[in-house]
């Protein structure tokens, strides 16, 4: 289907044609432009609504956190929306921040001090907000349990009939299926406590100042939702501390550095007082369980015929599954597990 995006933005209020507009194609989920118009540069983004089925409750939760967000702001149409819904999806415009810049990966311990610092910027700034006022606009979103559940139902059906190319990785995922769901399972049980968390916090999903290198804001905000900080906690440090793509088809790439984690951890538990003791207790572990969770997803996709994630060849998500066991692989070498006997499981 041919997109109007000329017409979306007279939706927007535009009164001018914009004076460029170039796609991007960064992002597994959503459709994005960039767009240029004498009054500034903004994106122009199609939800994906197969994923965010509801994305009005979505775009309630980013409005209600951006008033805590100064640097970012919605568009809204002459009706004081802050989306357009057309025979070509659902839209969004939001102002482009610029002179700004992000890391597609990690490259060294200043730059991991500064994402750290940011996260944490990040999760005091949002104190502020009332986790009970946001909708739950992807339930079981990082729940370890119900991720299981769906990788079973994969493996039972295999629609594909691909589980003979991937049982070591299969095999892998099962006999870790108890551990990764130990924070799953404390927080469905109330003893991790809910906070307003962005629940896909990886590394290029944060912008900085070109010239000052300081933290501004991060960004992709659709998953923004109540969730405990070791969500967010563990998909940074899954991000930030790999020395490899998430999708390097070459293992002996791939390992994590440590150098790049203590940075991280400075930066994000340095002055602060926000996080209780067993928050603290499983930070370690947090990256392991966020990136089996993500080796759990791209497998259980790769099983179903690659519906979910946006793939480049026929592969794709086996590949990325390869790179999260091996990631987990190497973060036990250097993290032992947690005295869960002490916990209230």
């Not at 002459?78 to 999806?89: A, H, I, L, R, Y």
């Not at 996260?119 to 005091?124: G, I, L, P, Q, V």
């Not at 906070?195 to 659709?222: A, E, M, P, Q, S």
């Not at 015929?305 to 480049?312: F, L, S």
């Amino acid at each position: 289907m041919e997109i109007d995006v000329l017409g979306i933005c007279r939706s927007f209020g535009f009164e001018k044609d914009p004076l460029k507009i170039e796609g991007i194609s960064v992002g597994h989920i959503n459709a994005t432009y960039h767009l240029w118009f004498e009054e500034g540069e903004f994106i122009l983004q199609r939800v994906n609504t197969s994923i965010f089925t509801r994305p009005e409750e979505m775009m309630d939760n980013i409005e209600l956190i951006l008033k805590e967000i100064p640097v970012l702001f919605l568009k809204k149409t002459k009706d004081g929306k802050t989306w357009v819904k057309n025979d070509s999806g659902f839209w969004r415009i939001m102002n482009f921040v610029g002179n700004s810049m992000s890391y597609q990966k990690m490259s060294t311990p200043e730059q991991a001090y500064k994402m750290g610092s940011s996260m944490k910027e990040f999760h005091n700034t949002l104190k502020k907000v009332d986790a009970s006022k946001l909708y739950e606009t992807l339930p079981d979103f990082h729940n370890m349990v119900w991720r299981y559940e769906n990788f079973y139902k994969a493996l039972e059906f295999n629609y594909q009939n691909r589980k003979e190319t991937c049982r070591n990785e299969i095999e892998f995922l099962l006999e870790n299926r108890e551990r990764g769901a130990v924070i799953s399972k404390l927080y469905n049980a109330g003893h991790l406590r809910k906070w307003v968390t962005h629940n896909d916090t990886k590394l290029n999903n944060v912008l900085f100042d070109r010239d000052t290198g300081n933290y501004l804001t991060f960004i992709d905000l659709d998953t923004v939702m109540p969730g405990t900080v070791l969500f967010d906690v563990g998909d940074m440090i899954r991000t930030s501390c790999s020395t490899a793509d998430e999708d390097e088809k070459d293992l002996a790439k791939v390992s994590f550095s440590m150098d790049f984690y203590n940075a991280l951890m400075k930066g994000y538990l340095e002055n602060n007082c926000g996080l209780d003791e067993l928050e603290r207790a499983l930070i370690p572990e947090c990256g392991r369980t966020l990136t089996q969770i993500m080796a759990v997803r791209f497998l259980t996709d790769y099983l179903n015929g690659d519906t979910y994630y946006r793939i480049d060849y026929p592969d794709h998500n086996l590949v990325r599954t390869r790179t999260q066991v091996k990631q987990i692989q190497e973060m036990d070498r250097y993290f032992k597990a947690p005295d869960f006997s002490s916990m209230p499981l």
